[in-house]
């Protein structure tokens, strides 16, 4: 086993200075509190967690070869009495080296809030799934960053050299590169080495990721992850329409759940100084500002002392958190305690006193991925048993169209019931306040897209053939679509119209390409199939 990972393996462990406090409060009540009540507390810390599984199924694998997956059975299997017994002998993390040094400190610090973050929106969703052991679902999410935060325990020095590396390098380039492996890797080897059992292994394995409790743990520690640069990163739909499929729920209300997740959990631990996800949800679209090598020196003055209470105010104030779950204007928020980013650039302009012109920002244009395309391919054949709802379908297809195709704004519309007209059903991309989701016309239009519902066949509207097709769209749908290249292809089961499927790039730098289009119909003639298979509603 190579030496850094042998440093990963089960030791001393210390715990929030908070958690420790709680609990010794508590200890007195002991006979009076229920397991679950206790359990809350050591969930919001992912150090307190790891610490009680590991303490339980240690001593009961070596008796009985028993398997403990939540802290609530670890606490009722160990016994409240003997737990807070054993609670004075923990360490502090706070009285710690790694407490002591201030970078470290923080970057624990916000790793423990992703973690919260995780878990939270694992266990909503596991619920929502109706996963009678949501907990479990709740653990695998929280202790996915164990591993990081061992590092920044026992080796700081290749913590640190992570953190540096991941500012060039794509994350799990950087990760192989330091460690020899990634973090998602190494995460059920090391909860091996803690005698965590395979069930929570198992939540956190890549290779699984396809059973649903995976999909959920997954989908919600890369929304942790992602969030925490912002909400307007187009990763974060890729994990919505997973969520989507996994729950059977529109994805417009899964964003919304996720939204309203992050808001309640920023609310309800108000004792990290690292800002929570919610902080950003007020802020406008626009890239995250770069992170310098600077962040590694803090001044005397900036800095700010580990508490002696195990508690810190958090940098943004709940007001600003609820404006985030509410959607209502908000005023941007506190730079963070870790001056490793500031939020303003991505908020207000650069200030006019800078003589030099603003430099016009660079735009990135979304890459098709060839493998979620053949992977979408794939999934809508393997499904072709009626085995999907049609919200399940549409999550692979909308997935295929923006992961796999890099379009990014997409609307499936779908023919209604009485058949005369062809309305927006889902989509993606598409800010609630764009009147592109009004797209809607009838069946027996004769405009541009009338035209398309007469048989299956798709569209290209770009600059060679404008002058010819633009003036054949409805002066209402050239209105809310905008003057951009787009494309659309009406989908049929049979001779039966399903719906159309519309799609572009939006309207500036990044332009649709005749290879993009090629695909785009193979995946709309899937898709049909597809539609035409779906399980029909209960």
């Excluded at 989507?244 to 919304?256: K, L, Q, R």
Aim: overall charge neutral.
């Amino acid at each position: 086993m190579p030496p850094l990972i042998q440093r990963l393996q089960p030791g001393p462990l210390p715990i929030f200075r908070r958690t420790r406090k709680i609990l010794l409060d508590m200890a007195p009540r002991r006979e009076g509190l229920a397991a679950r009540e206790v359990a809350h507390e050591l969930l919001l810390d992912p150090l307190a967690t790891l610490h009680v599984l590991h303490v339980i199924n240690l001593k009961l694998g070596e008796k009985f070869g028993t398997e403990v997956s939540t802290v609530e059975h670890a606490l009722m299997m160990q016994g409240l009495g003997a737990f807070f017994d054993s609670v004075p002998a923990i360490p502090v993390l706070e009285d710690s080296p790694a407490g002591k040094d201030l970078p470290a400190y923080q970057a624990i610090q916000a790793l423990t809030r992703r973690a919260q973050h995780a878990a939270w929106q694992a266990r909503d969703f596991a619920v929502l799934h109706s996963d009678v052991r949501s907990e479990e679902v709740q653990v695998a999410a929280l202790l996915h960053v164990m591993p990081e935060i061992l590092l920044w325990l026992r080796m700081p020095d290749v913590a640190r050299q992570l953190r540096k590396a991941r500012r060039t390098q794509d994350t799990q380039q950087a990760e192989t590169a330091v460690l020899g492996r990634s973090l998602l890797a190494l995460t059920p080897d090391m909860l091996t080495d803690w005698s965590l059992p395979p069930l929570t292994r198992d939540m956190l394995d890549a290779e699984l990721a396809d059973r649903p409790r995976q999909a959920i743990v997954a989908a919600a520690v890369r929304i942790a992850g992602r969030a925490e640069r912002g909400w307007w990163n187009d990763g974060l739909l890729e994990d919505y329409i997973a969520l989507a499929g996994v729950e059977n729920t529109p994805v417009e209300i899964v964003i919304a759940t996720v939204h309203a997740n992050a808001a309640r959990v920023a609310r309800s631990v108000d004792w990290l100084a690292a800002p929570p996800a919610a902080t950003w949800g007020p802020m406008l679209p626009g890239p995250w500002p770069e992170e310098t090598e600077e962040e590694e020196t803090i001044t005397a003055a900036a800095a700010v002392a580990a508490p002696d209470t195990g508690t810190a105010k958090p940098v943004p104030a709940k007001r600003d958190l609820q404006s985030a779950a509410s959607n209502r204007p908000a005023s941007p928020p506190p730079p963070p305690a870790q001056p490793a980013v500031s939020p303003a650039p991505a908020v207000s302009p650069a200030p006019a006193v800078s003589p030099a012109p603003a430099e016009a920002p660079h735009t990135t244009c979304p890459m098709p991925d060839k493998g979620v395309f053949q992977d979408t391919l794939k999934g809508i054949e393997s499904h072709l048993d009626g085995s999907l709802t049609l919200n399940q379908m549409s999550a692979i297809i909308l997935k295929g169209l923006h992961s796999g195709l890099g379009l990014t704004r997409i609307l499936f519309a779908m023919v209604t019931p009485d058949g005369s007209r062809v309305k927006t059903r889902f989509s993606l991309g598409i800010p609630s306040n764009d009147p592109l989701r009004q797209f809607e016309f009838p069946t027996a239009s004769r405009d541009l897209f009338g035209q398309l519902m007469g048989k299956m066949q798709g569209v290209w509207v770009n600059e060679g053939n404008r002058a010819r097709l633009w003036p054949l769209v409805d002066p209402k749908l050239q209105k809310i679509i905008g003057e951009g290249d787009f494309y659309a292809m009406s989908l049929f089961n049979g001779n039966q119209p399903v719906g159309l499927i519309y799609a572009d790039r939006g309207h500036g730098d990044c332009g649709l390409d005749p290879l993009t289009y090629t695909d785009f119909k193979m995946l709309c003639l899937q898709s049909a199939r597809g539609l035409g298979k779906v399980k029909p509603p209960a």
